[in-house]
């Protein structure tokens, strides 16, 4: 009997991807039904609740957690248009978290081009995954850029410190730096405004900004958040990253499992010469899905065929050329 390939997406989300073809799923979908798959986008049940392992199906399960082989775990990979779609979860949680990445081993023109594109659509572009404000802000210069994230599953699985002990460790060890903090766009009601606003108070340093992440970004010495998409936003400025959460990004940032130690790493993340570039390269442009590229599909098919998956059962076959494993082919298109 034919399996199918189904795609999990909470209830919120159906709606609008359903019908919407320049959406990631929805392209997935059309794209796979395309190849003679059977897809279609249902509705996630509950987080954790696993598919039968042998069910003749295979799972595309949006912010799943989970190695099983007729599962790829999806989600955004911190900035459009570059999806996970991981054997084992996204994130901290992601394969990319445990994977060696070694600079040497990137092609330096091919980076450089990379993050030439990223940089022109994000940061020329004065994007990022949440609406920001498009008038430029004056900042203070070699600031302590600290990023505040929205409480969410996600975030209690990875932190280390919680988010005021974050902000009291900045505090007693960024010196003379100024510290710029920005609340979340979808965690800035009146108690943590309040909560900010006294912080602000008591320390002449601390200015709370809600500008644009790429105007902060462009001045701040360092990024410092428990495991925001912003710390990789930061490495499009060539900006470090200290981070207090486990992280796939952990490769080209410092993190620190406890408050203490910040004005060490401080001082150690700006001197280091990061590889950003290449990092950027490994990470997005060789191991995520490419939505903005012709490739999403074959990059799909590529990670179901390295799950073990019968293609054959899944009306895909098997292709000539297939890559097998995470998706290794450079894409020079950084969307």
């Known amino acids: 009997m034919p399996g199918e390939i189904l795609i999990h997406l909470p209830r919120h989300m159906l709606a609008n991807v359903r019908d919407n073809p320049s959406q990631f799923y929805a392209k997935l979908r059309d794209g796979l039904n395309a190849r003679g798959a059977r897809a279609s986008l249902v509705e996630r049940a509950a987080m954790n609740a696993a598919p039968a392992a042998d069910d003749g199906d295979f799972h595309f399960i949006h912010q799943m957690v989970l ?7 999806t989600g955004l990979a911190y900035v459009y248009p570059f999806w996970y779609a991981d054997p084992s979860g996204i994130y901290g949680d992601s394969s990319l978290a445990e994977a060696e990445f070694d600079p040497r081993e990137a092609d330096a023109e091919e980076a450089r081009v990379f993050h030439v594109r990223l940089h022109r659509r994000l940061v020329e ?3 990022s995954r949440y609406g920001q404000k498009q008038e430029p802000e004056v900042l203070p210069e070699g600031c302590v850029a600290v990023f505040l994230q929205g409480g969410s599953d996600i975030l209690d699985r990875v932190q280390h410190v919680t988010t005021p002990e974050m902000v009291a460790a900045v505090l007693d060890g960024a010196g003379d730096r100024a510290v710029v903090i920005k609340p979340h766009p979808k965690e800035n009601g009146p108690e943590v405004m309040a909560w900010l606003a006294d912080i602000a108070a008591r320390d002449r340093r601390v200015m709370i900004s809600d500008a644009n992440i790429h105007d902060i970004l462009a001045v701040a010495s360092v990024s410092v958040s428990i495991s925001s998409a912003v710390a990789l936003e930061g490495m499009i400025h060539h900006t470090p990253a200290i981070l207090f959460g486990r992280s796939d990004l952990r490769h080209c940032a ?8 910040f004005d060490k790493a401080l001082e150690m993340a700006t001197q280091i010469d990061w590889p950003f570039e290449a990092f950027l390269y490994w990470f997005l442009g060789q191991n995520t899905i490419n939505a903005g590229t012709p490739e999403l599909v074959d990059q799909a098919i590529a990670r179901i065929a390295a799950q073990g998956a019968d293609m054959g059962r899944l009306g895909l076959g098997r292709r000539p050329g297939l890559l097998r494993g995470a998706a290794r082919r450079p894409t020079s298109s950084a969307g």
């Open 67 to 73: 190695r099983q082989p007729n599962v790829l775990c």
């Open 125 to 127: 572009g004065r994007m």
């Open 254 to 261: 410092i993190t620190l499992k406890t408050p203490a130690g």
